[in-house]
């Protein structure tokens, strides 16, 4: 599952992967460096802990190809219209 999604992701122009992890342990402490933007996880039980974390969004990594793309583009917008209201 792994590899697919990495793979999904990989094709994207504006989506970057910025790690994998094993574990919830990893998952946490990649997401506390990393300050993702959207973080795929495998258990609904550690979407609060993504969260507060940093992550703005979550989707569970057996989610649809085309959901999990959509979510990524809502995330960019609100990224970059954030931004732009900062300037």
Do not use: F, T, W
């Amino acid at each position: 599952m792994r590899n697919g999604l990495r793979l999904l992701l990989a094709r994207q122009p504006y989506l970057q992967a910025v790690g994998e992890a094993a574990d919830l342990r990893q998952a946490v402490a990649l997401s506390e460096s990393a300050n993702p933007d959207m973080v795929v996880i495998d258990d609904e039980s550690y979407v609060i802990r993504a969260l507060k974390a940093g992550a703005r969004a979550h989707l569970l990594k057996d989610s649809a190809e085309a959901r999990l793309l959509a979510a990524a583009r809502a995330i960019s917008k609100i990224l970059v219209e954030d931004y732009m209201r900062q300037l």
